[in-house]
């Protein structure tokens, strides 16, 4: 309910009356009194207008008896009994209805029925649907981004019933996907993507000082068979690494988790640690000693930190993939960024690693 001015209101929307769903917009110039009220109800795809003189109502009415009876009080719309089965089977308002199950997830409209929501999964608290009414378009998703979902439900969800039976089930076959990073992002220092969401299919994380991994899952739905890791870091140390980590996925054991092989892979017990809490908001303080030297920044607003460093060791200047890549492209001579001919530190002009290129991808 609206107010407009003085005893005057506007209410609009849909309402749910005798197991019928209807669209109206109704104005009160005289509220709580019924008096010079206008009514506009949609029938079909256009809107009829009723006042006192078209429908009758009672003097002492007041506006619950008017919704109350407003099913009764409306003409009935001439359509065929074939047409009202179909209109009725097709009514997105009366599914909705019947998909409200509070014990199972939570269901959102918006204040018009433009959108609707589902969120707050049971076995998935984190995961969300937002879809627009009544055309059913994909609006937002908690699925990776990698999953085309909107090609998905083209395909095989013609109702509102249809997109959230099929949106469960993927969920039900993500778990896995789910499931491999758990313990890396529990046990191990993520540093990319920040924050963590249910969409990301890729962490960074640090393997040792100035060497970092980078985990991509490409397919979801086929996780331990589409693992890719990257090492990024100096070109000795990743060309070193490298030979561990290809004897190290010949033996991939599959029965244990994606954190665990890795550790066994270069023989470690743990990987660095997150910080704890007293250790972060010192960190929040030191920001400002591991910005990027190229912007100044330490977190970009894509969630990227300064990593790429060269090869010198004593060279302790840090800064964003992403601002490296800008920093070349302005080049005059427009090398190219990262060739292992030209990739040179911007500051003492020692040798940068190409590996450093796959966090232009995070």
């Known amino acids: 309910m609206e107010h407009l001015k003085e005893n005057a209101y506007v209410i609009s929307g849909v309402v749910h009356i005798n197991e019928k769903w209807i669209r109206l917009k109704l104005y009160l110039p005289h509220f709580p009194e ?8 949609q029938q079909h795809l256009e809107y009829k207008r009723y006042n006192n003189s078209n429908l009758q109502i009672k003097e002492d009415w007041q506006l619950e008896d008017l919704l109350t009876s407003l099913v009764q009080l409306l003409p009935p719309a001439p359509v065929s009994l074939e047409t009202s089965s179909i209109q009725q089977k097709n009514n997105i308002y009366a599914e909705i209805l019947e998909l409200h199950k509070p014990q199972e997830y939570r269901l959102q409209l918006d204040d018009h029925c433009s959108r609707i929501r ?11 649907l937002e879809l627009e009414l009544p055309t059913l378009r994909l609006l937002e ?3 990776p981004d990698c999953v085309s979902l909107a090609d998905m439900l ?6 509102l019933t249809d997109v959230l039976h099929l949106y469960l089930k993927l969920l039900d076959e993500l778990r896995p996907f789910y499931d491999c990073f758990v313990n890396i992002d529990e046990l191990c220092d993520v540093l990319q993507p920040s924050p963590i969401t249910t969409k990301h299919n890729s962490r960074v994380f640090p393997l040792k000082e100035r060497v970092y991994l980078k985990v991509t899952i490409a397919d979801p739905f086929a996780s331990y068979n589409s693992i890719a890791v990257q090492i990024i870091g100096p070109t000795e140390e990743v060309a070193q690494l490298r030979h561990v980590l290809s004897d190290g996925l010949s033996n991939w054991d599959a029965e244990l988790d994606m954190h665990k092989n890795l550790l066994r892979i270069f023989d470690l017990c743990y990987f660095p640690m997150p910080a704890g809490v007293e250790l972060d908001q010192l960190m929040e303080k030191n920001e400002d000693d591991q910005h990027c030297n190229i912007c100044y920044v330490y977190r970009l607003d894509t969630g990227e930190v300064p990593l790429v460093s060269c090869d010198n060791p004593r060279c302790v200047l840090k800064c964003h993939a992403a601002c490296l890549k800008e ?26 690693s190409t590996s450093f290129a796959a966090l232009l991808n995070t």
Not at 118 to 128: D, G, R, V
Not at 154 to 159: D, E, F, Q, V, Y
Not at 331 to 348: A, N, Q, R
């Open 34 to 41: 019924l008096r010079d009220f206008q009514l506009h109800v």
């Open 118 to 128: 589902f969120s707050n999964f049971a076995e998935y608290e984190s995961h969300y």
């Open 141 to 143: 998703y908690s699925l």
């Open 154 to 159: 083209k395909s095989s969800a013609r109702s």
């Open 327 to 352: 920093w070349f492209d302005t080049l005059i001579d427009g090398k190219t960024f990262l060739e292992v001919s030209f990739g040179l530190c911007p500051f003492c002009k020692a040798k940068l």
